[in-house]
């Protein structure tokens, strides 16, 4: 049990698709330790917010997890899905690839839990603008998200990152109105 009782707001994605990088990005400082090699976060990871508890799930489609590996992620995730105190998800993905089947597994896992969820598209700036828009559009489109869900975010030039802010303080706010 977490202390004191605050919202929480947990992060998943797939590995390699920059959680740790978001968040530090959000918080302002690092919190949370950046690598170029995907499946480095191998537990749950626990940062304390001013107003909520941000937890960092470790990046799912990692092939070179073992399965025993895979199947205590699963574990973790439905763990972290049926926390009483579970405002929402921040869900990453990477907005220059379709997206995986992990992450339709996933996106099918928040529906089956009812968990309030944002997508944040990640590593905006690999892309031009005009690109970047085109893939948001199909990317909402594949997943049949409505616009105020997803945000286009990178943490490395801070595009949308106040809004993805906001939208968080939003589920915290909604997590704490009866």
Not at 84 to 91: D, P, Q
């Amino acid at each position: 049990m977490l202390d004191p009782p605050l919202p929480e707001v947990a992060f998943v994605g797939r590995a390699n698709a920059g959680k740790s990088s978001l968040l530090n990005a959000l918080v302002g400082r690092k919190i949370a330790k950046t690598s170029g090699t995907p499946g480095k976060t191998r537990a749950l990871n626990v940062f304390q917010m001013e107003q909520s508890f941000f937890l960092d799930l470790p990046g799912y489609g990692y092939s070179r997890a073992s399965k025993s590996d895979r199947i205590a992620f699963r574990r973790l995730v439905n763990h972290t899905l049926n926390r009483t105190r579970l405002a929402g998800v921040v869900w990453l993905l990477d907005i220059r690839h379709e997206p995986s089947e992990e992450d339709l597994k996933m996106q099918d896992l928040l529906a089956e839990h009812e968990t309030r969820a944002l997508a944040a598209l990640t590593k905006a700036d690999k892309l031009p603008r005009d690109p970047r828009r085109q893939r948001e559009q199909e990317l909402r489109a594949t997943l049949g998200l409505p616009e105020d869900q997803v945000i286009v975010t990178s943490a490395k030039t801070g595009e949308g990152i106040a809004d993805l802010r906001e939208a968080i303080a939003g589920l915290v706010q909604d997590a704490k109105t009866p």
